[in-house]
T-cell receptor, first 108, second 114 residues
Framework: RKEVEQDPGPFNVPEGATVAFNCTYS??????FFWYRQDCRKEPKLLMS???SGNEDGRFTAQLNRASQYISLLIRDSKLSDSATYLC?????????FGAGTTVTVRA | EAGVAQSPRYKIIEKRQSVAFWCNPI?????LYWYQQILGQGPKLLIQ????????DSQLPKDRFSAERLKGVDSTLKIQPAKLEDSAVYLC????????????FGSGTQLSVL
């Protein structure tokens, strides 16, 4: 079983729509979690950390479910500029494991 | 603030040749990472340095890959000899602490092995 698994998508959504996707992780002792964004042919950039209580950053909401060992990302009111690959990242003792990414395409 | 610098941006070599990549992290960042990202996959950690010491190189194919970080600043990653399956983007990243709160990535080196 992979350490971090993501639905590769692609999720094709119209502008203004809400899109959500999950990421599962295998190590129940994982300490912290992140979402990174990677545009086509660009480097990954931190989008947000994921806290146990859930957190929002503008139109983005991240949730953590430790019991079921998954994290989620929800994007509200999608913009064309949200088109990217979203990488789920899990920290185990200061070692980061990246998922393969979920591709989101927002169409006009 | 200057970002993570990497060079070259692109490299094309034939199998069995050698290649080297260079990375200069953000000034003051103690932790430096080299990742390999194969098309369609997430980045895979090759080696992690804390200052000039190796923290994790468990996934580095040591028979052909080597890396060093002299003086705890910039770093080089070398592949010798290259194989077809080494075709990938090699990303360098740095962070300000041994923690992993935020990694800053360079633009990467796209390697094609023919």
């Amino acid at each position: 079983r992979k350490e971090v698994e993501q639905d590769p998508g692609p999720f094709n959504v119209p502008e203004g729509a809400t899109v959500a996707f999950n990421c599962t992780y295998s190590n129940s002792a994982s300490q912290s979690f992140f979402w990174y964004r990677q545009d086509c042919r660009k480097e990954p950039k931190l989008l947000m950390s994921v806290y146990s209580s859930g957190n929002e950053d503008g139109r983005f909401t991240a949730q953590l479910n430790r019991a079921s060992q998954y994290i989620s990302l929800l994007i509200r009111d999608s913009k064309l500029s949200d088109s990217a690959t979203y990488l789920c990242v899990v920290n185990n003792d200061y070692k980061l494991s990246f998922g393969a990414g979920t591709t989101v395409t927002v169409r006009a | 603030e200057a970002g993570v610098a990497q060079s070259p941006r692109y490299k094309i070599i034939e199998k069995r040749q050698s290649v080297a990549f260079w990375c200069n992290p953000i000034s003051g960042h103690a932790t430096l990472y080299w990742y390999q990202q194969i098309l369609g996959q997430g980045p895979k950690l090759l080696i992690q340095f804390q200052n000039n010491g190796v923290v994790d190189d468990s996934q580095l194919p040591k028979d052909r890959f080597s890396a060093e970080r002299l003086k705890g600043v910039d770093s080089t990653l070398k592949i010798q000899p290259a194989k077809l399956e080494d075709s990938a983007v090699y990303l360098c990243a740095s962070s300000s602490r041994s923690g992993v709160e935020k990694l800053f990535f360079g633009s990467g080196t796209q390697l094609s092995v023919l």
